[in-house]
């Protein structure tokens, strides 16, 4: 079983009634305050080893107010996932993916702030179906940086997705737009990482099986520039199994 090394907390908050008495804190907040505050104490002090999953930065959001869209991968909602940080497996986390940021952010015990997660400290994780690994090698032929993948064979498929903004200045003030989801695509072969845009591109990196591919897309009615995601990884299990029943 994984275990934590330690269990020091660097969050840029602290609960400031840990240090004071019952009677001290019921002078300075509300009873309903009083009661929140409780039920985050007790359940801070359940976590045990849990609580090193809180190990990060508070997350700051944006400066100027969105206009439209949201940052987050899938869904600005938050959503239970798995996260394996600091050499430990933490499982049900309540957290999101910061796609602009680069940036896996996780719900703080007082159900509102959020903690973002320190990169270096995460090898993998997965939200919303996906599972995400996290590439850090500087020396390999892929900018570092989490990516989805989105399939494992002989041949490996990879997606680094992100969003861009637009800033926007109006006598209302300055407003953020959230630009559409874009995704960049990876096969990892003996290897070696490439990136593909096109079927073309996936077919050099195959290299043998063209043909076959070709028509099996072609008979398949899968098209590329619809739905570039679904094609290559329908073309990379086609090639496996190709390749397998030799």
């Known amino acids: 079983m994984l275990r934590s090394t330690g269990l020091t907390f660097l969050v840029v908050f602290q609960f400031p009634f ?23 104490s007790v359940y801070f002090q359940s976590l045990g080893e849990q609580s090193g999953i809180y190990r990060g930065t508070e997350y700051t959001g944006y400066p100027y107010r969105l206009k ?11 959503s239970n996932g798995s996260i394996y940080y600091d050499g430990v497996l933490y499982e049900n986390v309540p957290m999101r993916l910061d796609i602009i940021k680069d ?3 996780v719900r703080y015990v007082d159900q509102v702030s959020g903690i973002s997660l320190h990169n270096e400290k995460i090898d993998f994780f997965s939200i919303h179906n996906h599972h995400f690994i996290h590439i850090k090698d500087d020396n390999l032929n892929i900018p570092p940086g989490f990516y989805d993948h989105v399939y494992d064979g002989g041949i490996d498929v990879l997606v680094n997705r992100s969003k861009g903004t637009l800033k926007e200045v ?28 096109s079927s073309g591109s996936v077919l050099k990196v195959l290299g043998s099986k063209q043909k076959e591919i070709q028509e099996f897309l072609k008979k398949s009615n899968i098209k590329f520039r619809k739905d570039p995601e679904n094609a290559i990884v329908r073309m990379v299990k086609y090639y496996d199994l190709l390749t397998e029943s030799k």
């Open 68 to 78: 439209s869209g949201h940052q987050f991968f899938e869904s600005a909602d938050i």
């Open 103 to 105: 940036q896996l952010v």
């Open 170 to 197: 109006s006598v209302e003030g300055n407003f953020i737009t959230i630009l559409k989801q874009k995704n960049n695509f990876f096969l990892k072969k003996e290897g070696v990482y490439y990136q593909v845009e």
């Open 18 to 40: 840990l240090n004071f008495s019952v009677a001290q804190i019921k002078n300075e907040i509300s009873p309903e305050q009083l009661i929140v505050r409780n039920a985050a």
